[in-house]
């Protein structure tokens, strides 16, 4: 058993006894994004600090939440951990190792990012339709467990076209305007230079940002159904159009659109469309 096993289900196990049922769907908050959790009933908390091995978030709050939203039990992290925050990737990825032993086979991720097509204006949702991971390391490094996922695990398809095309029709029936795009995973936590943006455009990037590829990586390793939704927090392509950001920038602007992102995510998962059947 490797070290990473025993430790999510060390994990798991705790989050058991506190609860019993935490569903089979997990939202996680990105950052200025916590408010798409609102309009749900919390049946219980549990702060990352008091699960065994998990690590403490710096600059997300961090807390598993679970939820119910019309009868439907599932779970949130809210709050994530980053390369910036001098973690691996395997211990930002953590979470979703305790959430594949917990019986969780959908995630929907969402993330603030900054924007790399041309057609984007800040405060717009993109759904992610595949990624580059720009980190300087992957969370499957090391030993496998094959409990988890196989050694060399296929990424064709991680983030399943039939979804996005069930995805894409709810949006559009809500009149909620949805972008498509490619994230890339950049380590921060400094912001990237014009030169910096406009490789990424060149490399085939649509949105930029520091996080989710590690948890995306891991949750298809485990066999996850993934869907991810990326805020455009400041526009980064074409030089001309970028502006000074500060942080508190990218969270009100992502916050802007916490309003129709919320929306989106409760009819996905009140509809049941990252279900295997629907
Ligand atoms: N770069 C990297 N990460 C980000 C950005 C950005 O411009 N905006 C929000 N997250």
Redesign the pocket.
Known sequence: MTEEYRRAAGAARFIKQCIEDTGSLCVVTG?GLEGILDNFKVIDRIAYSRIPHLKETTFHRGEFIVLEYRGKRFCALQGRLHYYEAYTSKEVAFPIRILSLLGIREIIMT????GLNEDYDAGDIAMVSDHINLLPDNPLRGPNDNRFGVRFPDMSEVYPLRIRNKISELASDLNIKLRHGVYVS?Q?PS??TPAE?KFLHTIGADM???STVPEVIVAKHCGMRIAVFSVI??V?YPPERIKP?TVDD?IAT?GKAVVPLRTLIEEVIQRNLMGSDS
Do not use: D, P, R
Not at 111 to 114: D, Q
């Open positions: 950052s993330n603030a990012a900054g950049f921060g912001l990237e943006y930029v940002g520091m927090s400041n980064c950001t990218v992502a």
